[in-house]
């Protein structure tokens, strides 16, 4: 099997939306990704950082997803990184009401031996720094670097987010932060801008208005499935990159035409977690469901039309 090395956070979150609000409960980028990429055929671990007050419960979670936990160290006596925030009534807007690094402030990433030689690597969104020290540490060059990053990084650490942005092959962000980051308004240009920053291709997710995949003069756009109820999007783009990057992961095929499959899958199961608080959907998800609803964005697309 493929390997696919996923960097992130594992978190608490506390998170409040028009829908109603939770305590502590499992967060952070690297465990939607790991979750995300555990309904395909791969091996996976993730590198990160705990504090010894991160339950033993959610630890077995994620090994018996078959993610490889080698990498992720608990801080004896530390605290687990915890974001809290509260969602607008849009859902597409939010604020941050509470971050507390913790253990991640000193956070100095270990690539597993096993794994220096993964054929995927999924830089999920941290300290640039993070990201460039796991490419530091690998010891055969990936057939794919995924990058996702956020507007933070843009305002306090733009310099070494430019350096690792030169190294990878993919990256992810939002049309907001696709704007900030190119000073383009029109996405179009932006993804021009950005990729003769380093990336071949530029994923711009526009939330419920699904994504766009950019590769040179070439543009895919894959939608959003219209859901009746959307709970909570924390965790929904991680999601998505945790999909997109187990497909190329298992596909072992990193052509613009198997990315638009990717897009797909990545959008298929932020679907599904965005139905329920946190982590709580991808937790109860079956591969059954997911399957069945891949059939139901195929029929949203497919059409014939005579010309």
Same mark, same amino acid.
């Given at each position: ?19 109603? &609000?939770?305590? %502590?409960?499992?967060?952070?980028? *690297?465990? $939607?990704?790991?979750?995300?990429? +555990?309904?395909?055929? !791969? ?32 801080? &004896?006596?530390? %605290?687990?990184?915890?974001?809290? *925030?509260? $969602?607008?009534?849009?859902?597409? +807007?939010?604020?941050? !009401? ?210």
């Amino acid at each position: 099997m493929n390997k696919l090395l996923i960097v992130g956070t594992v978190a608490f979150d506390a998170i409040e939306t028009p829908f109603g &609000k939770t305590d %502590k409960i499992l967060g952070g980028a *690297g465990t $939607y990704i790991g979750l995300s990429a +555990s309904f395909f055929n !791969l091996q996976s671990a993730i590198v990160s950082v705990v504090g010894d007050d991160f339950p033993q419960e959610y630890l077995d979670l994620l090994i018996e997803r078959n993610v490889d936990i080698s990498g992720l160290e608990v801080v &004896k006596g530390g %605290k687990t990184f915890f974001w809290s *925030g509260r $969602y607008h009534n849009d859902l597409n +807007s939010r604020d941050t !009401l509470d971050t507390q690094l913790n253990v991640l402030a000193d956070f100095q990433p270990k690539v597993p031996q096993n794994y220096k030689n993964a054929d995927v690597v999924m830089l999920g969104n941290l300290h640039p720094l993070v990201q460039s020290s796991v490419l530091d540490q690998m010891e055969t060059k990936p057939k794919l670097v995924v990058l996702d990053t956020m507007n933070f990084w843009m305002d306090c650490a733009l310099p070494e987010l430019l350096e690792v942005i030169k190294r990878i092959d993919v990256i992810t962000i939002n049309d907001e932060e696709a704007r900030q980051l190119s000073g383009e308004y029109s996405l179009v240009k932006a993804a021009a801008k950005i990729q003769a920053m380093g990336p071949k291709y530029v994923v711009i997710k526009k939330g419920e208005h699904g994504a766009l995949l950019f590769h040179n003069k070439e543009v895919f756009f894959a939608p959003a499935l219209p859901l009746e109820e959307v709970f909570d999007p924390t965790g929904a783009g991680d999601t998505f990159a945790g999909g997109f990057a187990g497909f190329i992961t298992q596909s072992e095929n990193v052509s613009f035409e198997n990315m638009k499959n990717a897009i797909i899958y990545g959008s298929n199961l932020a679907s599904f977690c965005v139905e329920k608080f946190g982590t709580d959907r991808m937790v109860d998800l079956d591969k059954e469901e997911v399957m069945s609803r891949l059939q139901q964005f195929k029929s949203l697309t497919q059409f014939e039309i005579a010309l």
